[in-house]
């Protein structure tokens, strides 16, 4: 199984609504990656897992909040979005995050607009 | 600059024609990966890069370390291979640091 998983696919909600984003991989990796992409840009980093503990946070607003309850699962909290805010979310893992060379795995990612 | 440059921007050729997608960095890397995006969002991580030349199926990607430059070449390209392409770099310091992304070149493979 070499898949990563994001649920939901798409997600309409308003700046005072509190959601969440579901990312899950079962390939055993201790690594896992929120990154963010805007219309026509290419993705930016925002957090990185590793073993379970945040180790990057990319000066990221604190209204988007991660949470990784364990190996397999990573979550996105969020809270008073903006408009400017509606992106694609995805999710990528990899074995280790501290060795070079690993391949990150992708999600299809999450569609966001906040209205 | 940008850290990860590719070059063209946006392709669009003939079903058949031979494709060469390029990308330049200015970065210590470790790895070179190219992606492939279709609409819809979905990345696929069609190659990992440290050295010489991959080949897979009709997908070539090759890396000069010296020159800092990769190319993805596609051969006999197909309508299906219309896509995003997306070269990212991984820095020394590997996972951690996340990927950096160029651009991305929209190619479009017309019948």
């Known amino acids: 199984d070499t898949e990563v998983t994001q649920t939901p696919k798409h997600l309409v909600m308003g700046m005072t609504n509190k959601k969440s984003l579901k990312c899950e991989q079962h390939?055993?990796?201790?690594?896992m990656y929120w990154y963010k992409q805007k219309a026509k840009k290419p993705p930016e980093l925002m957090f990185v897992?590793?073993?379970?503990?945040?180790?990057i946070n990319e000066s990221v607003p604190s209204r988007f909040s991660p949470e990784c309850p364990n190996s397999s699962l990573l979550n996105l909290h969020l809270h008073a979005l903006q408009p400017e805010d509606s992106a694609l979310y995805l999710c990528?893992?990899?074995?280790?995050?501290?060795?070079?060379?690993?391949?990150?795995?992708f999600g299809p990612g999450t569609r966001l607009l906040v209205l | 600059k940008n850290e990860v440059e590719q070059s063209p921007q946006n392709l669009t050729a003939q079903e058949g024609e031979f494709i060469t997608i390029n990308c330049s960095y200015s970065?210590?890397?470790?790895?070179l990966h190219w992606l492939q995006q279709h609409p819809g969002g979905g990345i696929v991580s069609l190659f990992m890069?440290?050295?010489g030349k991959k080949k897979h199926g009709r997908l070539i990607a090759t890396i000069n370390i010296q020159e800092k430059h990769s190319s993805l070449h596609i051969t006999a390209s197909h309508p299906r291979d219309s896509a995003v392409y997306i070269c990212?770099?991984?820095?020394?310091?590997?996972?951690?640091?996340?990927?950096?992304f160029g651009k991305g070149t929209h190619l479009i493979i017309q019948p």
């Open positions: 990528a893992s990899s074995q280790v995050a501290e060795k070079y060379q690993e391949t990150q795995y």
């Open positions: 390939m055993g990796h201790r690594a």
């Open positions: 897992y590793s073993y379970e503990k945040l180790s």
């Open positions: 970065v210590g890397i470790s790895a």
């Open positions: 890069l440290s050295s």
């Open positions: 990212a770099v991984c820095r020394p310091g590997g996972g951690a640091d996340g990927l950096t």
